[in-house]
Nanobody, 121 residues
Framework: QVQLVESGGGLVQPGGSLRLSCTAS????????MGWYRRSPENERELVAR???????EYGNSVKGRFTISRDNAKTTMYLQMNSLKPEDTAVYYC???????????????WGQGTQVTVSS
């Protein structure tokens, strides 16, 4: 079993910064993809940023140049540095992982519980 646990959400003023963390634990053989998605009452779930097996980050158009995704050396913790936050960034942010649990290619594909980010003055 694999778990993803997010932290770091909160309330921030427009123009401010926050850093989200997501830690994967459990039966992890390797990680194919880890990423961040968000959902708000106005918008369906959208990609914020992700890192696949290529190692190159991908970003949603609305966050390019403002957000940065990274992973620690062990690659089980992922970070999302969010700068120049705007009110429209307000959403629940979810960590997603596509994780191999054994050497035979068995894959776990799941989500964290979500963390609220509110950008407001």
């Amino acid at each position: 079993q694999v778990q993803l646990v997010e932290s770091g959400g909160g309330l921030v003023q427009p123009g401010g910064s926050l850093r989200l963390s997501c830690t994967a634990s459990g039966s992890i053989f390797s990680i194919d993809t880890m990423g961040w998605y968000r959902r708000s009452p106005e918008n369906e779930r959208e990609l914020v940023a992700r890192v696949t097996t290529t190692g190159f980050p991908e970003y949603g158009n609305s966050v390019k140049g403002r957000f940065t995704i990274s992973r620690d050396n062990a690659k089980t913790t992922m970070y999302l540095q969010m700068n120049s936050l705007k009110p429209e960034d307000t959403a629940v942010y979810y960590c997603h992982g596509k994780i191999r649990v054994d050497e035979f290619g068995s894959t776990w594909n799941g989500w964290g519980q979500g963390t609220q980010v509110t950008v407001s003055s």
